[in-house]
């Protein structure tokens, strides 16, 4: 296989198998990705050369034939959008049923599976590291593309990935992810279901806090197109713990496989997972009969199962189905919280259960591995990847590994002994030898003598002779096989070893580490011995040059410098490039680009990424020296570079010993640099001292190389964020000015990004990725650039030239030819002084610019405000004069600051002058360049500040006007939705919105003219001009300002007439210098309309021309004349200086138009969301304050004026000159019993008699609607009351507002505030309970919502004082108003409710809480219908003269038994009756009177006989009854 020109395969005639046995969708798939045709072989490694190399920007892909390239270019580089189908071809094009809608051409998911059915093992296993890298999900199952065919288990491309993770009880582990034994999760769908299951494991990989899209998923772009060769593949991906066990998904690590498609229709895939699987998760659509079949078999399979219900839709009912997947969870035998509900769709909670249910499983799973998940797949007859010659390529390494198990140090001194002391030594002492002839000694020599003999006394091994063996195979692909099986199988055994050792000291590992570059570099030292002295044991040595060129060219690094031993293998290397020059065409040419790796530093990833190679990954085995590899340039790098090759050389272990002698890395650094066209120096990220030893190395390399015949440009890359990648660059600068400006003269490239594998750090993020990606192109830019560059200064090299230089290099560098010593560092260390100075001082200016600059906005408000105080105008220019005045102090300041302490650096370190006298010069010239490029850049940033300044003005009232006419809208619409009471919804709102920002005042609708055109008008003005003059017939020519070099008069101008030469140097003379006028007067006119900045007008031209005119015709009155070419000359070239001055206007305005209309294209939609947004807050606001006035204000506000004024009208009423008799329960009584007996009324006396309350609250009523009738207070009191309660709740409004003015507040707090304070302040209870609805439950700002507020209350006072008008002839009361009077004033008299037990009077005692009832005026029983004892005849004999007698009573209280009335009080103890005076009639007078005139009365009603009375009864008046009622109550009138 080789790496030089590529041919390009015969795609060889369509297939016909293909077009016959899959389907059309099928077909029509691949026909896009340009894979209709039969391919030769499947890509494999050198592809990615040709894929990378070419590309220098992330192409979007033209049409869907791209995507492939596509996809592995953007894998290489770590970019997160990897898997993207978007292509710019219309997939509709090709017949494909795709979204029209959609960009992506087909599902990433097919895009994957075909990359992977298109590739070979070698290269499958290179995009799963990479993929796995980018947390992308992998395939495990590659479906078959032919029905007929099987389907492939991936198993080679996971050999070799590794797997880091911390466990609780073991710390850091580190393994082999293949042989890693570890729980297998399957997830698999059955049915349509609601949900995403792939976005479902996603949620559940990415744990609490990361976003996670390892599975490709609906959710993303081309993930919701139809999959075409893709439905039932099964992808795969390990979850690792790591760091924070609180940021963990499981407590172990677990594989997790995800299959696509319906497992009803992909019976051996899920043959496969369920017995492979530790858990099986089922996202079921539906509880069918089949459904349940299907699910029976899959857990007769598998150890455990998680179903989750995903059903769309429910036929047999709630509760049926329910019942169904009881039923089902029993005949399965799966355990209680097996069974996970979907149906709702809530992804994230679905997540959450299913990774508890996992937590809970995963201590107790089975484990596995995927070795042995291919083993049960072979088992199953299925196709796995390994197939019988990797098999055999297996067995080989196992034969050459034979015994290394046991000790790793006895095994290299045994099998690779060529690499020990012996040969070290040598190199050592021929090194010594060339350095100090001709004064070599002869012990020298005697030592070299006999570690030659000992060289020579080598035998060719076990191990090696199996190695050379394994590699001179005829078949090259087992022997591709071999080489990954080295790799994987050593790489699997040092770590296993370090991952047992990890946490012990680097200082106690004795175990050295062993790689296949060791066998490599042990078959290239058997070429040395065989070259040195050939025997019979190594006489088939000779094809060894012959391997090495095969495998360089196959893509194995060849190892060029063996670090470890510093030294050039000559014989090896020269031997093997003479093999690869045979093999490459005639006259091929070469350039050089080596990228000095140090210890850590990740060359091998970014050549990889830069260019598609493959150099082995070292950091983990600490090997050291240097690799090339021989990559063969497209057609459009061979032009660009001219050349047709590139040789890529990369050191690795550069200053490994932290601490230790750096000579042999000087000497490493120093030979390949020589080599090279470029240099990239990488810097790792490290510390201060690692950083400071690596400058050393690179400083040494520079300050050895700079006088070499083959001059090599330098560039840097830092992986990390500190300052020695800028030092660097300074330092390149510093020792290469004599080349400057050339392509050393550049900007430090940062690569300042983490390329450690996911296994070893967290995973890539999509936007760390994304800018990996972008600097690793940006670097590549640049080197093309250089290469470029060098291309036009530099002729290439041919191999053979190439070949013979390297060996005069070694032979300089073995010999330490360089005019500084390899071991002397001190000129490196005064250099890296210097630079870092400089750095600093630059990084500090560039700080201070920067500050400076970002105030320059206050600056320049602070200038124009000092300029008008003085009367004086200011514009942009005038602005900008000022500030680059002041940046140029600035700068000027630091730059003599900056040289002022690089001599103090030097004395201060106490450094040898002379060490750097040679780059004094350099480093003046640096700072000097160093405040060039500061002013440059400032001038740029000051430029930016003012047109930025200015445009902010104009933005900020662009946005003041615009916010200004949204409000005016809100406010309108506010005011409609709560008069109409109406809702407007989004669509409405979006359109009002519309109306106000299509009017917004601005120049869009009238753009300036675009350059050309301004070009254009004035060519045709002028046009006219000369037309109208008579020169229709001359040239116009406008010319570029930048090529005037100012207008000269020349004889040609001159008429015929004036061309005497006698007068021609004076006319000329008089003609200039008036040509000089008329150029300046007229460059004023334009200066003058530039500094209003307005758009070009044809006007302009036309004055302008005129000015010219005016001028030409002045010049008419000298003696000469001028020619017609001189006034078309002339004004050409004014209107050519003008037409730039007008372009340059012109373009500042499109800018600036541009700006605007980019500015309000940005804000468009926020403002329009804010618009909306503000809307709907404020009417709820509004519709908040509204409703709590209208709900809880109002009726408060009514009850507070009518609750009062019940309250007034009472106390009014007991005003009355008859309220006297209201004042207390026995004047009431009083009361009535005298307005009885003057209405002399049976009817009330009967009324009374049969109810003493109904008569008494009748009483009242009537009295209170005589007093109502007459009043003319209500009305004031009601204004009054109203008023007062409404300034509470305008005092109460202001207190709110004056608390935290502009603060967020709660609604319903405020209002829950408001409500207690105006509680406090009238003794009001205000109805809180519907402050708990929503309405109310937001949070919004203080003053907007308490303008509402007062709004609303305004309105509220306003209506009900408007009631109060319209009403003012008619008071109007509460109609419960008399009643609620009755029942205070009843409440005020009532007194007690007790009554007599024998005459039914009312007790008159006041006291409340008496024990003891008495009645003042007892009255003859026969007025309550008491008869005589035996008789029909009414009584007339009262309690009181009872108790004085000898009678007795009998009631049903008695028990039927009669009791003299004397003893009343046993049965009433709770009643005073006192005994009758018979010389005093008393009280008894009253209802003696009445019962005597009404007697027949009472007898009638009560159908009794008459009372008999005394005589004197009849003797009664009515004045003294009255006076016998005043005496009993003691009442004076």
């Known amino acids: 296989m080789s790496l030089h020109r590529r041919i390009v395969p015969d795609l060889g005639p369509l297939t016909t198998e293909i077009v016959s046995e899959i389907d059309r969708d099928k077909r029509i798939l691949l026909h896009m990705l340009d894979l209709h045709r039969e391919k030769v072989s499947p890509m494999d490694l050198t592809t990615m050369l040709y894929v990378s190399t070419p590309s220098t920007e992330d192409d979007f892909p033209q049409d869907p034939t791209e995507l492939s390239n596509a996809f592995l270019r953007r894998l290489w580089l770590h970019n997160p959008q990897a898997r993207s189908t978007c292509c710019k071809v219309a997939v509709g094009d090709y017949g494909l049923d795709m979204d029209e809608n959609s960009q992506c051409a087909i599902n990433p998911l097919d895009l994957v599976a075909v990359i992977y059915m298109t590739t070979n093992s070698f290269l499958q296993h290179e995009i799963t590291y990479r993929m ?42 580190m393994k082999n992810m293949a042989n890693s034994r570890m729980p297998f999760l399957s997830a698999v769908r059955l049915g349509r279901c609601s949900v995403s299951k792939s976005r479902v494991l996603n949620r559940v990989l990415g744990g609490p806090h990361k976003l996670n899209e390892c599975f490709i998923n609906c959710g993303m772009d081309g993930g919701q197109l139809p999959r075409v060769l893709s439905d039932g593949l099964v992808e795969m991906c390990w979850n690792l713990p790591l760091g924070d066990h609180h940021d963990n998904v499981f407590p172990c690590p677990v594989l997790v496989a995800n299959l696509r498609g319906d497992g009803a229709t992909c019976k051996k895939q899920m043959s496969l997972l369920c017995y492979s699987s530790a858990v099986l998760i089922v996202f079921c659509g539906s509880f069918g009969a089949k459904e349940r079949e299907l699910l029976a078999s899959w857990r007769d399979n598998t150890s455990h199962m998680i179903i989750i219900d995903c059903s769309t839709s429910v036929e047999d009912g709630q509760e049926n189905h329910e019942k169904i997947k009881q039923r089902l969870l029993k005949d399965l035998e799966m355990s209680d919280g097996t069974m996970l509900n979907g149906c709702e769709g809530n992804e994230e909670e679905i997540a959450e259960s299913l990774k508890d249910v996992l937590n809970r499983f995963i201590p107790y799973l089975h484990i596995t591995n995927l070795v042995g998940t291919a083993g049960m797949a072979s088992d199953l007859d299925f196709n796995v990847d390994e197939d019988e010659i990797c098999r055999m390529a297996f067995r080989e390494v196992e034969e050459v590994l034979s015994g290394i198990e046991d000790e790793v140090s006895s095994y290299l001194e045994n099998q690779l002994p060529l690499q020990g002391v012996v040969w070290k030594q040598l190199c050592q002492l021929e090194k010594e030898e060339g350095r100090h002839q001709p004064h070599t000694t002869q012990s020298l020599i005697g030592e070299k003598e006999n570690l030659i003999k000992q060289l020579l006394d080598y035998k060719l091994t076990t191990a090696m002779g199996a190695f050379i063996a394994a590699l001179c195979s005829l078949d090259t692909t087992k022997r591709a096989f071999f080489l990954s099986w080295m790799r994987v199988k050593l790489e699997v055994m040092q770590l296993d070893k370090l991952s047992h050792l990890r946490g012990t000291n680097k200082e106690q590992i004795q175990e050295p580490c062993i790689g296949l570059e060791h066998f490599l570099r042990e078959m290239g030292l058997v070429y040395e011995r065989y070259f040195r002295g050939p025997n019979s044991d190594l006489y088939d040595m000779f ?419 615009l916010e200004a006419a949204l409000e005016v809208k809100l406010r309108s619409l506010l005011k409609t939705c709560k008069n109409n009471d109406s809702v407007i919804d989004d669509k409405e709102l979006e359109s009002e919105f519309v109306s106000v920002w299509e009017n917004i ?206 309250r007034q009208i009472f106390n009014d009423m007991l005003q009355n000159k008859n309220a006297w008799l209201y004042s207390s329960p026995k004047k009431f009584h009083y009361g009535l019993l005298k307005e009885m007996l003057l209405k002399d009324s049976f009817e009330n006396f009967h009324e009374y008699l049969q109810s003493h309350e109904r008569f008494s609250q009748k009483s009242i009523e009537n009295f209170i609607k005589a007093y109502l009738s007459g009043s003319v207070m209500i009305e004031d009191r009601r204004e009054q009351r109203m008023h007062q309660i409404f300034n509470w709740v305008k005092s109460c409004i202001k207190q709110a507002s004056e608390s935290s003015s502009g603060a967020k507040i709660n609604v319903r707090l405020l209002l829950e505030k408001f409500c207690i304070s105006l509680g406090s302040l009238g003794k009001i209870t205000m109805p809180t309970q519907m402050l708990e609805k929503p309405l109310f439950d937001i949070s919004t700002h203080r003053e907007n919502f308490l303008k509402n507020l007062e709004e609303s209350v305004s309105e509220l006072s306003s209506s009900i004082a408007q009631e109060f008008v319209e009403n003012e002839d008619v008071i109007e009361v509460p109609d419960d108003l008399p009643n609620k009077l009755q029942g205070m004033l009843y409440d005020r008299v009532k007194g007690c409710d007790k009554r007599c037990p024998f005459c039914r009077a009312p007790c008159d005692r006041e006291e409340k809480d008496h024990q003891v009832h008495e009645a003042v005026v007892h009255r003859p029983k026969g007025l309550v219908c008491y008869t005589n004892a035996n008789s029909t005849t009414l009584s007339h004999n009262t309690c009181s003269a009872d108790i004085a007698g000898e009678t007795q009573f009998q009631n049903r209280h008695t028990g039927g038994q009669s009791l003299p009335f004397k003893e009343y009080q046993s049965i009433y103890p709770d009643w005073n009756i006192y005994p009758e005076d018979p010389r005093n009639n008393g009280s008894a007078v009253y209802w003696r009177y009445v019962f005597m005139r009404y007697n027949s009365r009472f007898a009638q009603e009560y159908e009794c006989a008459p009372a008999v009375f005394p005589q004197a009864w009849g003797k009664i008046t009515q004045e003294e009854a009255l006076q016998s009622l005043r005496e009993a109550f003691h009442i004076t009138e």
């Open 132 to 173: 796995l890298q980018c947390n992308f999900a992998v395939p495990l199952y590659l479906p078959p593309v032919y029905p007929e065919k099987k389907g492939t288990m991936l198993l080679y491309p996971f050999r070799g990935v590794l797997g880091q993770w911390n466990s609780p009880s073991e710390g850091t582990i």
């Open 543 to 961: 094809r060894l040059p012959y391997v090495g060129a095969e495998l360089l060219l196959y893509g194995v690094p060849l190892e060029l410098y063996d670090g470890d031993a510093s030294v050039f293998p000559m014989n090896w290397v020269y031997s093997v490039l003479y093999e690869v020059h045979k093999q490459l065409p005639k006259f091929s040419r070469m350039r050089v680009l080596t990228i000095l790796g140090f210890h850590n530093s990740k060359n091998a990833e970014i050549l990889s990424a830069l260019f598609g190679t493959n150099f082995p990954k070292w950091g983990r085995r600490h090997i050291k020296g240097a690799y090339m590899l021989l990559l063969s340039l497209p057609d459009n790098l061979r032009m660009e570079m001219d050349c047709e090759f590139l040789m890529l050389i990369a050191t690795e272990g550069l200053n490994r010993n932290a601490g230790g002698s750096l000579v042999h890395d000087i000497e490493l650094a120093t030979f390949v640099s020589g080599l090279s066209d470029i240099t990239l120096v990488d810097l790792p990220a490290e510390g201060q001292d690692e950083t400071r030893s690596n400058l050393h190395i690179a400083v040494n390399v520079l300050l050895c190389t700079r006088n070499l015949e083959r001059k090599t440009a330098f560039l840097v890359s830092s992986e990390g964020a500190g300052m020695d990648g800028k030092i660097m660059s300074c330092v390149i600068d510093v020792l290469t000015t004599g080349q400057l400006p050339n392509e050393s003269q550049r900007e430090t490239e940062g690569v300042s990004h983490n390329l450690s594998s996911s296994w070893y750090s967290n995973s890539l993020t999509s936007q760390n990725g994304q800018i990996y990606s972008d600097a690793v192109l940006r670097l590549k830019k640049n080197l093309l650039t250089m290469f470029h560059e060098k291309a036009t200064n530099d002729q290439p090299t041919c191999l053979g030239a190439l070949m013979e230089y390297m060996c005069n290099l070694w032979e300089k560098v073995k010999n330490g030819g360089f005019a500084i010593k390899f071991g002397d560092t001190d000129t490196a260390d005064a250099i890296i002084g210097l630079c870092t100075q400089l750095v600093q001082g630059e990084k500090q200016l560039n700080d201070q610019l920067d500050l400076w600059v970002q105030g320059l906005d206050n600056h320049i408000t602070e200038l124009k405000e000092s300029a008008s105080q003085n009367g004086q105008g200011m514009d942009s220019d005038d602005i900008l004069t000022i500030l680059r005045s002041e940046a140029n102090a600035q700068i000027s300041a630091e730059r003599d600051q900056i040289k002022a302490s690089l001599w103090d650096y030097l004395r201060q370190q106490d450094i040898d002058i002379t060490l750097v006298e040679n780059y004094k010069v350099s480093l003046l010239k640096k700072v000097d360049l160093i405040q060039e490029q500061m002013t440059s850049e400032v001038a740029q940033k000051l430029e930016s500040a003012t047109i930025r300044h200015e445009m902010t003005i104009k933005m900020h009232a662009l946005l003041t006007s």
């Open 1001 to 1206: 005042p601005s120049n869009l609708k009238d753009p300036p003219l675009e350059t050309q055109k301004i070009f254009e008008r004035m060519v045709e003005q002028l046009k006219k001009n000369l037309s109208i003059r008579g020169l229709k017939n001359e040239n116009v020519r406008l010319r570029n300002a930048n090529h005037l070099n100012g207008f000269k008069v020349k004889t040609s101008h001159f008429a015929l007439s004036s061309k005497m030469k006698k007068t021609l140097k004076y006319n000329k003379k008089v003609a200039q210098k008036f040509t000089n006028n008329l150029i300046e007067d007229c460059d004023k006119r334009v200066s003058e309309k530039l500094r209003h900045k307005e758009c070009y007008s044809d006007s302009y031209m036309r004055e302008l021309l005129a000015t010219v005119d005016k001028g030409l015709e002045v010049l008419k009155c000298e003696s000469f004349m001028m020619s017609p070419k001189f006034e078309a000359d002339i004004k050409g070239y004014i209107c050519s200086k003008a037409v730039e001055s007008f372009q340059e206007v012109q373009a500042l305005l499109i800018r600036e138009r541009e700006t605007k209309e980019k500015f309000l294209n940005e804000t468009k939609d926020r403002h329009m969301l804010n618009f909306i947004y503000q809307f709907r807050k404020r009417d709820q606001c509004q519709k908040a304050a509204q409703s709590f006035t209208n709900l809880c204000l109002k009726p408060t506000a009514e009850d507070f004026i009518y609750s009062s004024l019940e």
